[in-house]
C-alpha cells in the first residue's frame, strides 16, 4: 500500500505543474481580453466633441460591368469610361458620440469625372469604433465590446515584450459579425493594430488599422486601409482606401473643395505608391490631348446632356451646397431607385419621390423644407406632402413649422346617409361611389421645449374634404366640399429625458370661421418607449387612445391624429412599428374613439439567422403584437415576423378581428444601396 501511495504521489507531483501552468496560462488570456473590454471606461474623456485632419486616398479598379452599374447610387461616375480611378481628398472631421457629426472637405482631387463621389458606403468604414457596441454606426457588432463576448470566440497568444495577440472569430457566421486579429497592449488592454475581415451590405472588406497611442487618440484610429470588393449582378468592383489621421496642416475655412493638385502635393502626408503615379500621368496625359484636339460638337453635346446630365440626375442622388459659406444644402432623390418603390397588400406596389433642402443662419438656427410624394398604383392616388420649419432655437427644439398635403381618402357616413335620404326615389344612390372625400389640409404648429422633461405645442389645422364623386351630392343639391378650422395643442412629459417613454396629450376643437362649420373636440393620449438593449436589440411599446367628446350635427369627419393610415409608407429604417399593416383603411374613420397597444422586438440574431447559409445574410429581425379597440371590434389583433437584409425587408402578418380568423397579408420594401 505505501508503494502504490507513493506511486500515486509522485504521478501527481509530476502533472500538478502543468496543470498549474495551464490555469495561469487561461488566467492571463482571461485578464488580457478584460483589459481590452475595459480600456475605453477607463479613458477620463471620451472621444466627443474631437476634431481632426484627414487624408484619404482611394483607387477603384473595374474587374467587370455592365449596364445594371449606372443604376447603383454613387457609381454611375465609373460605369463607363476607364476601368481604373484614383483620387485624394483632405477634410477636417469633427466627432460626437463616436460618429462623424460634420465634415469639411477643403481638397479633392483625382481622375473620377467632375470629381465626383463613388462608392461613398466605405467612407463608414475609415472610422471603426473598436471599442464601442458597433463598430459602424449601428452595424457590424465589435468583438471587442464586453456585451458581445457571447458573440465571439477567442484565441490569446501572447508574443514578445509587452504584446498579445488576439484572434477572433465569430460563433455563428452573420453579416452583423465580422473576424480577424488584433495585437494588444498587455498591460493595458489598449489596441495597438487591428484586422477585420466581414462582408456587409454586397461590400466584402478587410480593415487594417493602427490606433493611436495616447488618451482618447487611442481610441481612434492614427491611420486605416481598406481592402474591398463589390459583386453585384456581373459587375466586379476592386477599392483600395488609406486614410491618415492627425494631420499637421489645417486649412482655412475659405478653402472648401478645391481641386488644387499642387496644394495637395503640399499636404499629402505619404508618397504616392507607383501605381497612381502611372494613372496620373495617363490620365494627364490624356486630359492635354482633349484640349488639343475636340471631339466633334453633336458629340459633345450629346455626350453633355444625354451622360452627364440626364443619365446623371436619373440614376444618382443629386445633392449639394450653396452659399457663401456652404450654408444651404439640398437633395434630390433618383428618379430610378429601387428604394422608391415597396408594396402593401392594401396599396400595392407604391413609388416615392423626396427632395429635401435647408439652409443654415447660424448654428442655432436654420430653416428646411421637403417634398415627400407617394404614388399608389393600387388606389390610383397620389399622395403629398410639403412641411417647412424655421428653427429659431435648436437648443431648446424652438421651431415653427407649416405642412401642407393631401391626407386620406375618408369615409363619412352620415353626411352619405343625409343625401341617400333626399326624397329623390328614381337615384339609385348605391352605384355612386359617395362613401370617399378627398382632403387637403394645411397645418401649422409651434414648438418649445420648456425644460428637458417639457415640450408645448400649439397649432392649428385647416381641412377641405371634397366629395369623390360630386355627381351625387349636386343632384341633392347638397354641398360637395365640407371646411374645418381648429386650434390645437400638444404637451409632451418624458420622465426621465429623452431616453425614457415619452408621454403625450392632445386637444384639437373645431371652430366656425369663414367657410369652416364642423364643430368638435377630440382627447387624444399616447405613450411610446424604445429601449435599447445591447448588440442592437430593442424593445418598442406603445399605447394609445383617442376619442370625441362632441360633434356637429349635420357634418363631421372622425380623423385622429395619432391614429391613422400612413398614406406614404417607408422602408425598414422608417420604422414600421406602430403601424397596423392589415386593416382596412375605413376603420381609422368610423369609431367615436379607439384604444391602441403596439409592441415590436428587434435583434440582429433571433429566428432565421441561425439557420446556416440563409441566416448569414439576415442583417435584422423583428416580431410585431399589435392591438386595437374601436366600435365593432373588441379586439383586433396583428402578429407579425419581418426580417432584413441587404436587398430587401419584408414582414408577415397575421390578423384575428373579434377571435376570428381575418387574413395573412405581407408587406415588402426594397433595401438595395440604402446607404451608398
Given at each position: 500500500?505505501?508503494?502504490?501511495?507513493?506511486?500515486?504521489?509522485?504521478?501527481?507531483?509530476?502533472?500538478?505543474?502543468?496543470?498549474?501552468?495551464?490555469?495561469?496560462?487561461?488566467?492571463?488570456?482571461?485578464?488580457?481580453?478584460?483589459?481590452?473590454?475595459?480600456?475605453?471606461?477607463?479613458?477620463?474623456?471620451?472621444?466627443?466633441?474631437?476634431?481632426?485632419?484627414?487624408?484619404?486616398?482611394?483607387?477603384?479598379?473595374?474587374?467587370?460591368?455592365?449596364f445594371?452599374l449606372?443604376?447603383?447610387?454613387?457609381?454611375?461616375?465609373?460605369?463607363?469610361?476607364?476601368?481604373?480611378?484614383?483620387?485624394?481628398?483632405?477634410?477636417?472631421?469633427?466627432?460626437?458620440?463616436?460618429?462623424?457629426?460634420?465634415?469639411?472637405?477643403?481638397?479633392?482631387?483625382?481622375?473620377?469625372?467632375?470629381?465626383?463621389n463613388?462608392?461613398?458606403?466605405?467612407?463608414?468604414?475609415?472610422?471603426?469604433?473598436?471599442?464601442?457596441?458597433?463598430?459602424?454606426?449601428n452595424?457590424?457588432?465589435?468583438?471587442?465590446?464586453?456585451?458581445?463576448?457571447?458573440?465571439?470566440?477567442?484565441?490569446?497568444?501572447?508574443?514578445?515584450?509587452?504584446?498579445?495577440?488576439?484572434?477572433?472569430?465569430?460563433?455563428?457566421?452573420?453579416?452583423?459579425?465580422?473576424?480577424?486579429?488584433?495585437?494588444?497592449?498587455?498591460?493595458?488592454?489598449?489596441i495597438?493594430?487591428?484586422?477585420?475581415?466581414?462582408?456587409?451590405?454586397?461590400?466584402?472588406?478587410?480593415?487594417?488599422?493602427?490606433?493611436?497611442?495616447?488618451?482618447?487618440?487611442?481610441l481612434?484610429?492614427?491611420?486605416?486601409?481598406?481592402?474591398?470588393?463589390?459583386?453585384?449582378?456581373?459587375?466586379?468592383?476592386?477599392?483600395?482606401?488609406?486614410?491618415?489621421?492627425?494631420?499637421?496642416?489645417?486649412?482655412?475655412?475659405?478653402?472648401?473643395?478645391?481641386?488644387?493638385?499642387?496644394?495637395?502635393?503640399?499636404?499629402?502626408?505619404?508618397?504616392?505608391?507607383?501605381?497612381?503615379?502611372?494613372?496620373?500621368?495617363?490620365?494627364?496625359?490624356?486630359?492635354?490631348?482633349?484640349?488639343?484636339?475636340?471631339?466633334?460638337?453633336?458629340?459633345?453635346?450629346?455626350?453633355?446632356?444625354?451622360?452627364?446630365?440626364?443619365?446623371?440626375?436619373?440614376?444618382?442622388?443629386?445633392?449639394?451646397?450653396?452659399?457663401?459659406?456652404?450654408?444651404?444644402?439640398?437633395?434630390?432623390?433618383?428618379?430610378?431607385?429601387?428604394?422608391?418603390?415597396?408594396?402593401?397588400?392594401?396599396?400595392?406596389?407604391?413609388?416615392?419621390?423626396?427632395?429635401?433642402?435647408?439652409?443654415?443662419?447660424?448654428?442655432?438656427?436654420?430653416?428646411?423644407?421637403?417634398?415627400?410624394?407617394?404614388?399608389?398604383?393600387?388606389?390610383?392616388?397620389?399622395?403629398?406632402?410639403?412641411?417647412?420649419?424655421?428653427?429659431?432655437?435648436?437648443?431648446?427644439?424652438?421651431?415653427?413649422?407649416?405642412?401642407?398635403?393631401n391626407?386620406?381618402?375618408?369615409?363619412?357616413?352620415?353626411?352619405?346617409?343625409?343625401?341617400?335620404?333626399?326624397?329623390?326615389?328614381?337615384?339609385?344612390?348605391?352605384?355612386?361611389?359617395?362613401?370617399?372625400?378627398?382632403?387637403?389640409?394645411v397645418?401649422?404648429?409651434?414648438?418649445?421645449?420648456?425644460?428637458?422633461?417639457?415640450?408645448?405645442?400649439?397649432?392649428?389645422?385647416?381641412?377641405?374634404?371634397?366629395?369623390?364623386?360630386?355627381?351625387?351630392?349636386?343632384?341633392?343639391?347638397?354641398?360637395?366640399?365640407?371646411?374645418?378650422?381648429?386650434?390645437?395643442?400638444?404637451?409632451?412629459?418624458?420622465?426621465?429625458?429623452?431616453?425614457?417613454?415619452?408621454?403625450?396629450?392632445?386637444?384639437?376643437?373645431?371652430?366656425?370661421?369663414?367657410?369652416?362649420?364642423?364643430?368638435?373636440?377630440?382627447?387624444?393620449?399616447?405613450?411610446?418607449?424604445?429601449?435599447?438593449?445591447?448588440?442592437?436589440?430593442?424593445?418598442?411599446?406603445?399605447?394609445?387612445?383617442?376619442?370625441?367628446?362632441?360633434?356637429?350635427?349635420?357634418?363631421?369627419?372622425?380623423?385622429?391624429?395619432?391614429?391613422?393610415?400612413?398614406n406614404?409608407?417607408?422602408g425598414?429604417?422608417?420604422?414600421?412599428?406602430?403601424?397596423?399593416?392589415?386593416?382596412?383603411?375605413?376603420w381609422?374613420?368610423?369609431?367615436?374613439?379607439?384604444?391602441?397597444?403596439?409592441?415590436t422586438?428587434?435583434?440582429?440574431?433571433?429566428?432565421?439567422?441561425?439557420?446556416?447559409?440563409?441566416?448569414?445574410?439576415i442583417?435584422?429581425?423583428?416580431?410585431?403584437?399589435?392591438?386595437?379597440?374601436?366600435?365593432?371590434?373588441?379586439?383586433?389583433?396583428?402578429?407579425?415576423?419581418?426580417?432584413?437584409?441587404?436587398?430587401?425587408?419584408?414582414?408577415?402578418?397575421?390578423?384575428?378581428?373579434n377571435k376570428?380568423?381575418?387574413?395573412?397579408?405581407?408587406?415588402f420594401?426594397?433595401?438595395?444601396?440604402?446607404?451608398?
Amino acid at each position: 500500500m505505501k508503494i502504490r501511495a507513493s506511486i500515486v504521489f509522485s504521478c501527481v507531483l509530476l502533472l500538478l505543474p502543468n496543470s498549474l501552468t495551464a490555469v495561469a496560462k487561461a488566467s492571463t488570456d482571461s485578464l488580457t481580453l478584460q483589459r481590452v473590454l475595459a480600456y475605453k471606461q477607463g479613458m477620463p474623456t471620451t472621444a466627443d466633441n474631437t476634431h481632426t485632419n484627414i487624408y484619404i486616398r482611394y483607387y477603384f479598379k473595374t474587374e467587370k460591368r455592365n449596364f445594371t452599374l449606372m443604376a447603383i447610387p454613387s457609381m454611375y461616375a465609373i460605369s463607363r469610361g476607364r476601368k481604373e480611378y484614383a483620387g485624394e481628398s483632405y477634410n477636417t472631421i469633427y466627432i460626437k458620440d463616436n460618429t462623424v457629426k460634420t465634415a469639411v472637405r477643403h481638397l479633392n482631387t483625382g481622375t473620377i469625372p467632375k470629381h465626383k463621389n463613388t462608392m461613398t458606403t466605405l467612407n463608414r468604414y475609415l472610422l471603426p469604433d473598436i471599442y464601442g457596441v458597433t463598430i459602424i454606426d449601428n452595424q457590424l457588432l465589435s468583438p471587442f465590446n464586453r456585451h458581445n463576448v457571447k458573440l465571439y470566440r477567442y484565441n490569446i497568444t501572447n508574443l514578445t515584450g509587452n504584446r498579445t495577440e488576439i484572434v477572433f472569430r465569430p460563433r455563428r457566421y452573420n453579416t452583423q459579425l465580422v473576424s480577424g486579429s488584433a495585437i494588444v497592449e498587455r498591460s493595458t488592454g489598449r489596441i495597438i493594430k487591428i484586422n477585420l475581415n466581414g462582408e456587409y451590405d454586397m461590400v466584402n472588406f478587410h480593415i487594417k488599422a493602427e490606433m493611436g497611442k495616447k488618451g482618447v487618440r487611442s481610441l481612434l484610429p492614427k491611420t486605416c486601409d481598406i481592402e474591398a470588393s463589390f459583386h453585384f449582378v456581373g459587375n466586379k468592383i476592386k477599392a483600395s482606401v488609406h486614410s491618415v489621421y492627425d494631420n499637421p496642416i489645417f486649412m482655412p475655412d475659405s478653402i472648401v473643395d478645391s481641386h488644387d493638385e499642387r496644394m495637395m502635393a503640399k499636404v499629402r502626408p505619404t508618397p504616392l505608391p507607383y501605381a497612381i503615379k502611372e494613372l496620373y500621368a495617363k490620365y494627364d496625359s490624356a486630359r492635354h490631348k482633349a484640349d488639343t484636339a475636340r471631339l466633334k460638337k453633336e458629340d459633345n453635346m450629346w455626350k453633355k446632356i444625354f451622360w452627364d446630365s440626364f443619365g446623371d440626375y436619373v440614376v444618382n442622388r443629386t445633392k449639394g451646397n450653396f452659399g457663401t459659406n456652404r450654408q444651404g444644402a439640398f437633395r434630390i432623390s433618383p428618379i430610378l431607385n429601387p428604394l422608391s418603390l415597396g408594396y402593401s397588400g392594401r396599396r400595392g406596389i407604391t413609388y416615392k419621390f423626396k427632395v429635401n433642402g435647408s439652409y443654415r443662419f447660424s448654428m442655432n438656427s436654420d430653416i428646411s423644407i421637403a417634398f415627400n410624394a407617394g404614388y399608389s398604383f393600387k388606389q390610383h392616388q397620389l399622395y403629398f406632402k410639403v412641411p417647412i420649419t424655421f428653427n429659431y432655437d435648436k437648443k431648446k427644439n424652438g421651431y415653427i413649422g407649416i405642412e401642407i398635403g393631401n391626407g386620406n381618402r375618408i369615409t363619412n357616413s352620415s353626411i352619405v346617409d343625409q343625401v341617400k335620404n333626399e326624397s329623390l326615389d328614381s337615384i339609385d344612390w348605391n352605384k355612386m361611389n359617395l362613401d370617399y372625400f378627398k382632403d387637403f389640409y394645411v397645418k401649422f404648429i409651434t414648438n418649445y421645449d420648456i425644460s428637458d422633461k417639457w415640450s408645448i405645442q400649439p397649432g392649428l389645422i385647416f381641412h377641405r374634404r371634397s366629395a369623390v364623386d360630386k355627381t351625387g351630392f349636386q343632384i341633392a343639391g347638397r354641398p360637395v366640399s365640407y371646411y374645418s378650422l381648429a386650434p390645437s395643442v400638444q404637451l409632451q412629459f418624458r420622465p426621465s429625458g429623452w431616453s425614457g417613454p415619452i408621454i403625450t396629450a392632445d386637444y384639437e376643437r373645431g371652430i366656425h370661421a369663414g367657410k369652416a362649420n364642423m364643430e368638435y373636440e377630440r382627447f387624444e393620449f399616447d405613450v411610446s418607449w424604445k429601449k435599447q438593449f445591447y448588440s442592437l436589440r430593442s424593445l418598442s411599446l406603445r399605447f394609445g387612445n383617442g376619442f370625441y367628446t362632441s360633434r356637429s350635427k349635420n357634418s363631421y369627419f372622425l380623423d385622429y391624429a395619432n391614429f391613422r393610415d400612413e398614406n406614404i409608407p417607408g422602408g425598414w429604417n422608417d420604422d414600421w412599428t406602430g403601424e397596423f399593416q392589415l386593416l382596412n383603411r375605413n376603420w381609422y374613420n368610423v369609431s367615436e374613439y379607439y384604444v391602441r397597444t403596439n409592441a415590436t422586438y428587434e435583434s440582429p440574431l433571433m429566428l432565421f439567422s441561425r439557420i446556416p447559409y440563409i441566416g448569414k445574410l439576415i442583417e435584422m429581425e423583428r416580431i410585431y403584437v399589435n392591438m386595437l379597440f374601436v366600435e365593432h371590434l373588441h379586439p383586433y389583433v396583428e402578429y407579425g415576423y419581418g426580417f432584413t437584409n441587404r436587398f430587401f425587408s419584408m414582414g408577415v402578418f397575421m390578423a384575428t378581428s373579434n377571435k376570428k380568423f381575418e387574413g395573412v397579408g405581407c408587406r415588402f420594401g426594397f433595401e438595395l444601396f440604402r446607404d451608398w
